[in-house]
């Protein structure tokens, strides 16, 4: 079953609730540009929806890493993770993901804005050793030092690094030349 939410009101948890209770066979959840989810809306997802696959944040700017170590925690079984402009979410809360999801297959961190160090890229490729894509565009801490890191992720095939400031065409070309990724941005 796949569920798109463009109108959640304030009483959406309490609504998450009765969804998720009878809903059980939910996988999907798409939540982007619903400006208003925030942690206990993220606490009442890792509560009742554990068997969600899917889940797309993108644009929910009142997220921060508690409510996606509430998620992280909740739905194991994430294959597909959408963090786009979640901007209050940092490196922190990647680890969280990357400890408790090791299914990921597609992260979206694309305009996270405190993604500091190498050490959560350390964590995610040793963790989500599914991860075939990952996008990064925008995302002004990537560095050189990243993508020595992800070049040792075996199922990365795809990675958007368009609008990263901090990464060579020297290490970009590298990568895509090595055949680490098939698709680079």
Same mark, same amino acid.
């Given at each position: 079953?796949?569920?798109?939410?463009?109108?959640?009101?304030?009483?959406?948890?309490?609504?998450?609730?009765?969804?998720?209770?009878? @809903?059980?066979?939910?996988?999907? /959840?798409?939540?982007?540009?619903?400006?208003? !989810?925030?942690?206990?809306?993220?606490?009442?997802?890792?509560?009742?929806?554990?068997?969600?696959?899917?889940?797309?944040?993108? &644009?929910?700017?009142?997220?921060?890493?508690?409510?996606?170590?509430? !998620?992280?925690?909740?739905?194991?079984? /994430?294959?597909?993770?959408? /963090?786009?402009?979640?901007?209050?979410?940092?490196?922190?809360? !990647?680890?969280?993901?990357?400890?408790?999801?090791?299914?990921?297959?597609?992260?979206?961190?694309? *305009?996270? &804005?405190?993604?500091?160090?190498?050490?959560?890229?350390?964590?995610?490729?040793? @963790?989500?050793?599914?991860?075939?894509?990952?996008?990064?565009?925008?995302?002004?801490?990537?560095?050189?030092?990243?993508?020595?890191?992800?070049?040792?992720?075996?199922?990365?095939?795809?990675?958007? /690094?368009?609008? @990263?400031?901090?990464?060579?065409?020297?290490?970009?070309?590298?990568?895509?030349?090595? *055949?680490?990724?098939?698709?680079?941005?």
């Amino acid at each position: 079953m796949l569920m798109h939410a463009s109108d959640v009101t304030s009483h959406a948890s309490s609504g998450l609730e009765v969804l998720g209770k009878g @809903c059980t066979s939910l996988r999907a /959840l798409n939540l982007r540009y619903c400006f208003q !989810i925030n942690d206990d809306f993220c606490k009442a997802i890792g509560a009742v929806l554990g068997n969600l696959e899917s889940l797309k944040l993108g &644009a929910c700017t009142k997220v921060t890493n508690a409510g996606i170590a509430a !998620i992280a925690k909740g739905c194991k079984e /994430l294959a597909v993770l959408d /963090l786009y402009y979640c901007t209050k979410v940092t490196a922190e809360g !990647i680890v969280c993901i990357a400890k408790h999801c090791s299914r990921v297959k597609e992260l979206n961190l694309r *305009g996270l &804005a405190d993604l500091q160090g190498v050490q959560f890229v350390e964590t995610l490729v040793s @963790c989500c050793t599914l991860l075939k894509t990952l996008n990064l565009r925008g995302v002004e801490q990537a560095s050189d030092e990243w993508l020595h890191v992800l070049g040792k992720a075996k199922n990365l095939t795809g990675l958007d /690094l368009s609008m @990263c400031k901090g990464v060579s065409d020297e290490m970009k070309k590298g990568l895509f030349a090595d *055949g680490v990724v098939r698709a680079l941005v």
